[in-house]
Nanobody, 124 residues
Framework: QVQLVATGGGLVQAGGSLRLSCAAS????????MGWFRQAPGKEREFVAV????????YYGDSVKGRFTISRDNAKNMVYLQMKSLKPEDTAVYYC?????????????????WGQGTQVTVSS
């Protein structure tokens, strides 16, 4: 079982950029699909992005397409979320998640391991 720690959240103005990182340990990182989800107060957890085991394929939620980029570095056991053109509606706690299997990958229930989350706040 892989343990995950998400970092990089903070305060940013609308239109700005931020990069989140997720460090994995305790498992075989390259065996996992890695996803990012977010949850705002009073809202359900929302799919943001997922990257395949080798990093060759990605998929994004409609609300972030064209603005966010997910990537991974298997040599460093790291996954990243580069966020650009941030909007106030992007404000949420962002979670990284891992799964060795389970589909569809845009559903939170497909993931078995979760990081603690990192807060992203976008001001207008």
């Amino acid at each position: 079982q892989v343990q995950l720690v998400a970092t990089g959240g903070g305060l940013v103005q609308a239109g700005g950029s931020l990069r989140l990182s997720c460090a994995a340990s305790g498992g075989t990182f390259s065996s996992n699909y890695m996803g990012w989800f977010r949850q705002a107060p009073g809202k359900e957890r929302e799919f943001v992005a997922v990257v395949s085991r080798s990093g060759g394929s990605t998929y994004y939620g409609d609300s972030v397409k064209g603005r966010f980029t997910i990537s991974r570095d298997n040599a460093k056991n790291m996954v990243y979320l580069q966020m650009k053109s941030l909007k106030p509606e992007d404000t949420a706690v962002y979670y990284c998640a891992a799964t060795t299997g389970g589909f569809p990958l845009q559903f939170a229930t497909s993931y078995t391991n979760w990081g603690q989350g990192t807060q992203v706040t976008v001001s207008s």
